[in-house]
């Protein structure tokens, strides 16, 4: 199959069906990118725009880079992506005020007229006829042997610099996200002399399990109904992204603010 | 069907992610869109080295991704960082250019 497809004529009916079938998937994907309101949503449409490219990839003969994008960008980016997502709060949804006032029209005008700028200058162009890049691959014995030896040989001073950018993202990654201990390290000892002088020496209630709620943002009901707020980890709390139930809220709508919570 | 068709789906693509970080306001979402014009100039890159009948296309295209990898690194942690100390990971928030 790699060589049908490092060889085949520079356009097929096959690649245009799959062209017209994957191009608008992936304009839609990029544009749900954009008006997704919750991140998550954004991250999987992303997902979906990625694994498009790489088809596109292969059907111009990237058959390495393709492989190397689903690896890459459906496999470690968008894991990093959902990573970060779900730490920051899966449900804090994008705010559309606008701060600097016309900046939406203004935006939206700026990207229209560039990309009718970019439109007309690739129309404007001329191409030769697409060669392809079987005799490319032929000259050095196969595909991932043609992109080996120009990496390795043209292009090796430009990898030893990417992989001084890799390492040094690593460490800076690891910089950024270090955080010094400004206190000792609580053992066992202090951390069980703590928990009696604390106050709370049993633990916490677990969260509620309901019919329709079962997760640790949704805090149990204590026998008069009202919310255990300890139930729901601090993190969650703090956040603001705690669930009271249907009925706490049909309880609150009844009583309509008459006890302190 | 025109190879030149890849270039235009490149530019439309392109032309989204530049709204995207113009429009959106999660810092999130704005890097997405970043990866998004990135991953455009990529298809630019593989269709030019198809039209040229040449390899080195889809090398630069390699590299490209290998430096958007390890931009999407650096630009999480600063992301996390800022949410750490500011409970926001909207670009508005920090404004002071301090932590």
Same mark, same amino acid.
């Given at each position: 199959?790699?060589?049908?497809?490092?060889?085949?004529?520079?356009?097929?009916? $096959?690649?245009?069906?799959? /062209?017209?079938?994957? !191009?608008?998937?992936?304009?839609?994907?990029?544009?749900?990118?954009?008006?997704?309101?919750?991140? %998550?949503?954004?991250?999987?449409?992303?997902?979906?725009?990625?694994?498009?490219?790489?088809?596109?990839?292969?059907?111009?003969? $990237?058959?390495?880079?393709?492989?190397?994008?689903?690896? %890459?960008?459906?496999?470690?980016?968008?894991?990093?992506?959902?990573?970060? %997502?779900?730490?920051?709060?899966? =449900?804090?949804?994008?705010?559309?005020?606008?701060?600097?006032? $016309?900046?939406?029209?203004?935006?939206?005008?700026? !990207?229209?007229? /560039?990309?009718?700028?970019?439109?007309?200058?690739?129309?404007?162009?001329? /191409?030769?006829?697409? %060669?392809?890049?079987?005799?490319?691959?032929?000259?050095?014995?196969?595909?991932?042997?043609?992109?080996?030896?120009?990496?390795?040989?043209?292009?090796? /001073?430009?990898?030893?610099?990417?992989?001084?950018?890799?390492?040094?993202?690593?460490?800076?990654?690891?910089?950024?996200?270090?955080?010094?201990?400004?206190?000792?390290?609580?053992?066992?000892?202090?951390?069980?002399?703590?928990?009696?002088?604390?106050?709370?020496?049993?633990?916490?209630?677990?969260? $509620?399990?309901?019919?329709?709620?079962?997760?640790?943002?949704?805090?149990?009901?204590?026998? =008069?109904? *009202?919310?255990?707020? =300890? *139930?729901?980890?601090?993190?969650?709390?703090?956040?603001?992204?705690?669930?009271?139930?249907?009925?706490?809220?049909?309880?609150?709508?009844?009583?309509?603010?008459?006890?302190?919570? | 069907?025109?190879? +030149?068709?890849?270039?235009?789906?490149?530019?439309?693509?392109?032309?989204?992610?530049?709204?995207?970080?113009?429009?959106?306001?999660?810092?999130?979402?704005?890097?997405?869109?970043? +990866?998004?014009?990135?991953?455009?100039?990529?298809?630019?890159?593989?269709?030019?080295?198809?039209?040229?009948?040449?390899?080195?296309?889809?090398?630069?295209?390699?590299? &490209?991704?290998?430096?958007?990898?390890? +931009?999407?690194?650096?630009?999480?942690?600063?992301?996390?960082?800022?949410?750490?100390?500011?409970?926001?990971?909207? &670009?508005?928030?920090?404004?002071?250019?301090?932590?």
């Amino acid at each position: 199959m790699i060589e049908l497809l490092s060889t085949t004529p520079p356009t097929s009916t $096959g690649e245009a069906v799959a /062209f017209w079938f994957l !191009a608008p998937i992936t304009v839609i994907a990029a544009v749900m990118i954009v008006v997704s309101r919750k991140a %998550v949503h954004s991250a999987l449409w992303m997902a979906t725009t990625m694994i498009v490219l790489a088809v596109l990839y292969i059907m111009q003969g $990237g058959i390495f880079l393709g492989v190397v994008q689903v690896v %890459v960008y459906t496999g470690a980016v968008m894991m990093l992506f959902l990573f970060v %997502v779900m730490l920051v709060g899966v =449900d804090a949804s994008d705010s559309f005020v606008e701060t600097l006032r $016309g900046q939406r029209v203004a935006a939206i005008l700026l !990207a229209t007229g /560039f990309g009718v700028l970019m439109v007309a200058g690739v129309s404007r162009a001329t /191409f030769q006829e697409a %060669v392809g890049v079987g005799a490319a691959n032929d000259a050095a014995g196969g595909h991932v042997e043609a992109i080996a030896e120009a990496i390795f040989t043209r292009y090796v /001073f430009t990898f030893e610099i990417v992989s001084i950018v890799l390492v040094t993202a690593a460490v800076g990654a690891m910089t950024l996200t270090h955080k010094e201990r400004l206190t000792p390290r609580k053992l066992q000892p202090e951390l069980s002399v703590e928990r009696i002088r604390g106050g709370h020496p049993t633990p916490y209630p677990s969260p $509620g399990v309901y019919a329709q709620h079962n997760a640790v943002d949704t805090p149990a009901l204590l026998p =008069d109904g *009202s919310p255990a707020e =300890d *139930s729901v980890p601090e993190e969650l709390r703090r956040q603001g992204t705690v669930r009271y139930t249907e009925l706490e809220a049909a309880r609150e709508s009844e009583q309509e603010g008459g006890d302190t919570r | 069907m025109n190879p +030149e068709n890849y270039l235009y789906l490149a530019s439309i693509l392109f032309v989204i992610g530049a709204v995207g970080v113009l429009l959106r306001r999660n810092a999130i979402v704005v890097f997405m869109c970043i +990866e998004l014009m990135l991953n455009a100039s990529n298809l630019a890159f593989v269709s030019f080295a198809r039209l040229n009948g040449n390899i080195d296309g889809q090398v630069i295209a390699f590299f &490209v991704m290998v430096v958007a990898a390890a +931009e999407v690194v650096i630009g999480l942690a600063i992301i996390v960082t800022i949410f750490r100390t500011r409970r926001s990971a909207s &670009v508005d928030d920090p404004n002071l250019l301090k932590l």
